[in-house]
């Protein structure tokens, strides 16, 4: 069972938003004093990439592009379990939509060859897009499940359940196939001091857009098909009435009370 | 090449009925389609549907694009983007509108890849730009610290939209609309996925999603029981009990009430935050809310920024006198 799972480096979604700026000349984010981590999505698809492992056997390599990506994050995979790492890493990869990002994962993963399953997160945790995973399916051809809450690989079909509004859905899919897993699948484990050792002396393979046959114009800032016209932070009002009080339990009652004036009970 | 014009709507469907975001989708398909001058159309996919056409001429759809075939009764992803693909080929809307649902967050990527087109996702509010009279789609990035306004440089330009984001118009039962019949032309041996079954799992009371006031706590609640605390507030008011990733990760309350980034977004009349710091992870799925209320002993947590009112102070305190003066208050 040979199994790809792709990753991207994002800011992190749990840091104090205090920390989070965004540069209106570039509609980039800076982000200060807090170090980036891999999209929590992808985590949880590198678990389930490990729960198949752990049955089926086999290989899994991790796939992640971007420009200076920081060894420490894109080898978290590894130190949970994953086996291979490959890097698009080039600044010409940067600024890409889903357009752009979907195809030279793709074409890297026609280069990786021997593939059976291809996992994503559901969405990154950056543009919640979720549009990678079915992106690589449509240009390999090949299916794709959404939003799988668990996955079980027999010889060359994936019985997977699908999370739906009212619960879930269990889907039969050939492999190979792209499947992009939520948050249901269960807690990414965390990696071992074992695997921690194991991860370091791991060398990533790196591919510029010419190994994988993708011209600069195809990928990144270059490749997309969609322009980002403004990014701003919505201005917060600010405007919240606290309830006062001389202890806590008068600030709650005076908090119903509030509420009740303000028709909003 | 073709010329692309109008805006249409993909109404989902579930048992037999329109899903509610599918009114939405109409109520700002038509807000657009009148910017432009242009017309309003309904796309319905399904099996034995064809009693639900007038309903979205109701809505507002000028014209109703109808696929009526045994074989598309359940979605699957390989049927319903050969048909979308078939129909949008037929008809070349300019601005093509889906839902955020579970159905259109498969659907709508595939179809825009298919399309060679794009499709910006979980849209919360769409107008059209004076000069170029292209779509402007904003939508939250980085769970909500931010928004984004994109625009595409290719057509159909597609969106999907956020639930109760947009508002549907009051169905008008004297609109005329057009129905147009289209054969679906999929072969059965053309779907490679099979559903096996399909399982809709009883949640006891009211569901998240729908619930008008939702009670939801954070990593300082401590314990499942402490979220008994908030059940009581949440049953006094109707509503439904939720929680932050933390309570969700230790196993305090199921996964399944989680709201956030990676849990369920919500907007709920009513969100009454409890012990919640408000991480961006977290607001991303609330912060559509009507009236958030927090209770927090942080005074500069990040949670006040967005409420409308709000109490200082332990929550152990704070929050039974503030549930005992809301029953008194029911109660005169």
Known sequence: MNIIVCIKQVIDPEAPPSSFRIDAATNKVMMQGAPPVIDPYGEYAVEASLKIKATQGGKITTISLGDNLLREVVKKPLAMGADELVLLEDEVYIGGDSWSTAYALAMAIKKVGEYDLILCGREASDTNAGQTGPGISEILGVPCVTLARKIDVTDSTARVERVTADGYEVIDVPLPSVITVSNEIGEPRYPTIKGIMTAKKIEPVIWKPSDIGVEPFHVGDAGQRTRIARLYQPILEGECEFAEGESPEEAGANLALKLREAKVL | ?332
């Open chain 2, 1 to 332: 090449m073709a010329e692309y014009k109008g805006v249409a709507v993909y109404c989902e469907l579930t048992a037999g009925k329109l899903v509610p975001i599918s009114a939405e989708g109409l109520g700002i398909g038509k807000k657009l389609a009148d910017d432009l001058g242009q017309e309003l159309s309904a796309v319905l996919v399904g099996s034995d549907i064809s009693n639900l056409a007038q309903e979205t001429v109701t809505y507002g759809a000028d014209k109703v694009y109808l696929v009526d075939d045994p074989l598309l009764k359940d979605y699957q992803t390989d049927s319903y983007v050969a048909v979308m693909q078939k129909v949008l080929n037929q008809i070349t809307p300019r601005i093509l509108i889906l839902g955020q649902t579970d159905v259109g967050r498969d659907l709508a990527p595939r179809l825009a890849f298919r399309l060679e087109t794009t499709v910006t996702m979980d849209c919360v509010e769409l107008a059209i730009d004076s000069q170029s009279k292209r779509l402007l789609q904003t939508k939250p990035v980085y769970g909500g610290n931010a928004q984004a306004v994109f625009t595409s440089d290719t057509d159909p330009q597609m969106v999907t939209i956020r639930t109760k984001a947009m508002t549907p118009l009051e169905p008008d039962a004297s609109r005329q609309g057009e129905i147009i019949n289209i054969e679906a032309g999929v072969e059965a041996s053309a779907i490679r996925t099979r559903i096996v079954d399909r399982v809709m799992e009883e949640v006891a009371g009211i569901k998240i999603e729908d619930a008008e006031v939702v009670v939801a706590g954070g990593r300082g609640i401590g314990s499942p029981e402490g979220f008994g605390q908030l059940e009581e507030l949440a049953k006094l008011l109707k509503g439904a009990v939720g929680a932050s990733r933390p309570p969700c990760d230790n196993g305090w309350v199921p996964d399944t009430v989680q709201i956030g980034l990676t849990g369920k977004i919500i907007a709920p009349e009513i969100y009454i935050a409890v012990a919640i710091s408000g991480s961006s992870q977290h607001l991303s799925g609330c912060s559509g809310s009507k009236n958030i209320i927090a209770i927090n002993k942080d005074a500069e947590a990040n949670i006040f920024r967005q409420a409308r009112f709000g109490a200082v102070g332990d929550w152990k305190k704070v929050l039974p006198a503030f549930t005992e003066k809301i029953k008194e208050l029911l109660a005169a």
